[in-house]
């Protein structure tokens, strides 16, 4: 007897975000045109390296994607505040500081001429696109479903 697979649609929101980012980031590699420099550009002011995995870009543009899905109206100010971390000062007492903005604004650029987000008009922001939208749950669609969490 022939074994029914059921086909269970899912959304960005379903799945598990990590597993997604490094699927949509996969996705995006064909589609994104990285910065010439890409190799060299440390994230923020706080970091004293360039990140280490060569497709750092790609996945900090599925990361990005993904939050604009899940928040419309998000802006480059927002993300720089999200993926912000704290500033060590040696022994000095620690502080946050922003992420650079240059490399989310690029990014940001680069997924508007794919057409997968677009500026929003009423306040400012950029917002996920029909096409967008269709890609990204898309790409969820082939994740595995997270674990059933189990409560003792």
């Known amino acids: 007897m022939a074994e029914e697979t059921k086909y269970a649609p899912k959304t960005v929101k379903d799945v598990d975000a990590h597993e997604f980012v490094k699927e949509y980031a996969k996705h995006l590699k064909g589609k994104l045109t990285p910065c010439k420099n890409v190799d060299l550009i440390k994230t923020g002011s706080y970091k004293e390296l360039a990140p ?13 994607a993904r939050k604009i899905y899940l928040k419309q109206g998000i802006g480059i100010g927002k993300f720089r505040k999200i993926y912000g971390s704290t500033y060590r000062k040696g022994v ?20 508007e001429k794919a057409g997968l987000v677009e500026k929003y008009a009423k306040k400012g922001g950029r917002v996920i696109t ?9 790409i969820a669609g082939r994740c595995s479903a997270p674990p059933a969490m189990i409560f003792t």
């Open 52 to 64: 280490y995995d060569p497709d750092w870009y790609f996945v900090r543009a599925a990361s990005v």
């Open 92 to 111: 000095r007492t620690e502080h946050f500081c922003k992420v650079s903005g240059g490399v989310i604004r690029h990014i940001c650029q680069q997924l």
């Open 130 to 138: 029909s096409q967008g939208k269709r890609d990204l749950d898309l």
